[in-house]
């Protein structure tokens, strides 16, 4: 027999910490259970002592890779839950499960990162500790559904959903790649093809004609040539300056006060701004649905949640959001106040709450807010292309008037001559 130690929430809503005496983690878990008893944590005591002996001593844990542990993808990582949770489905304990991966695992990280989770596991440590242990590629999110699955005793249906939300995450970014990239390439080149003719082809072509004739050059032409020599001149100052600006940008974004600001005002920016907020509002409702409907509560799946949105001004909304549920408001009418999530999850969110089927609804409505974003996506991909296509043929435009505006002159001098 060996001693438990278990962290649960009391009938006052205090956190509580008990022991129980169990064969393993699944007897420990089942007589919890029949007591009623939803264990947040569970660990082994000869475990959480040794791990309060090494932290005294100043030492890690004993790892195979105590630094330098290598990350895997995130689709990769999709692959790896859905993995664990189908041997788990077919009733293989969870070291088995764990072992059973590690034989077909490919590739450098991958081993690494099931050894180190393995080796925890055998030393009586849960699921979501090692992979807290091991770092990225579990995230606050990831760690917590983890936590669900180690706590609840549902394991295989929750790591299936948590592998559902990773692979509907990795999908999400790439449709938000696909949709930029071609814009972006075609507005790369189109800039590489008016860098060659202002500082390459404009400057040979003037000489031959300034060369045969005085002529007062037209101000885009005068415009164009001085850009051109300052390129010639100080390309190696464009370069530091770019690399400058690039590194203030970086440290002024570090500034959290800094990034809200920015973040806010990039939901202000026209087609952009909706397409940011769809995304997040669309990450946020199936997150959290995922997260209530795995039994986690409502308060730490929202400190979860905020983590996912990827916007900093809605995660200082989820912030006040937390605040006030835990004073005890709804969580509909926070949401409603800060005034960057939609009417329909807030209507979604409100009856809910109201009919205690709030992880349903928010399931249910992750479906159509994914929609949305596939239409956001739509709508900004068939606005970008021809905004880019103007912009870029009014910077040919004036490249174009400041080549053949001397010719022009040029003619018209040898003609009047």
Avoid: C
């Amino acid at each position: 027999m060996s001693e438990f130690r278990y962290r649960y929430i009391g009938a006052d809503g205090a956190s509580a910490v008990g022991t129980v005496a169990a064969a393993d983690r699944g007897a420990a878990l089942r007589q919890l259970a029949h007591l009623g008893i939803m264990a947040l944590e569970l660990e082994s005591v000869g475990s959480a002592r040794a791990e309060a002996a090494r932290a005294h001593r100043g030492g890690a844990a004993p790892t195979r890779r105590a630094a330098g542990r290598p990350s895997i993808k995130r689709a990769d990582l999709a692959n790896l839950v859905r993995e664990i949770a189908t041997a788990a489905e077919a009733g293989l304990p969870l070291l088995q499960a764990l072992q059973t991966v590690r034989r077909q695992a490919a590739g450098k990280a991958l081993p690494v990162l099931l050894d180190f989770v393995i080796e925890r596991v055998e030393a009586g440590r849960p699921l979501h500790q090692a992979a807290a242990d091991y770092g990225a590629p579990f995230d606050e999110m990831t760690v917590g559904m983890l936590r669900a699955a180690d706590t609840t005793g549902r394991m295989p249906e929750i790591l299936h959903q948590l592998a559902d939300l990773l692979e509907r995450q990795v999908e999400l970014r790439r449709e938000v790649i696909g949709a930029t990239v071609y814009p972006l390439i075609v507005a790369g080149l189109i800039a590489m093809s008016v860098v060659v003719l202002i500082v390459f082809v404009l400057p040979r072509l003037l000489s031959g004609i300034i060369g045969q004739v005085e002529l007062e050059l037209p101000l885009p032409t005068r415009i164009l040539l001085g850009i051109a020599d300052v390129v010639v001149r100080w390309w190696w100052a464009i370069l530091l300056a770019v690399a400058g600006a690039v590194y203030s940008s970086r440290q002024w974004m570090a500034v959290p006060a800094n990034r809200f600001t920015f973040d806010r005002w990039v939901l202000r920016v026209p087609i952009l701004g909706k397409l940011m907020r769809d995304i997040a509002v669309a990450r946020f409702t199936r997150t959290l649905g995922t997260l209530v409907s795995a039994g986690i509560p409502i308060l730490p799946s929202l400190k979860v949640v905020r983590d996912t949105l990827g916007n900093h001004a809605m995660m200082n909304a989820i912030d006040e959001v937390t605040d006030r549920v835990s004073s005890g408001a709804s969580l509909a009418d926070p949401l409603e106040r800060s005034g960057l999530f939609p009417p329909l999850l807030v209507q979604i969110v409100n009856i809910g709450e109201k009919s205690g089927r709030l992880e349903n609804m928010l399931i249910h409505a992750a479906g159509a807010f994914d929609r949305q974003v596939n239409s956001s996506l739509k709508v900004f991909t068939s606005l970008l292309p021809p905004l880019l296509i103007v912009i870029m043929a009014g910077i040919a435009s004036f490249v174009l008037a400041g080549m053949l505006l001397p010719i022009l002159q040029l003619q018209e001098a040898l003609g009047g001559g």
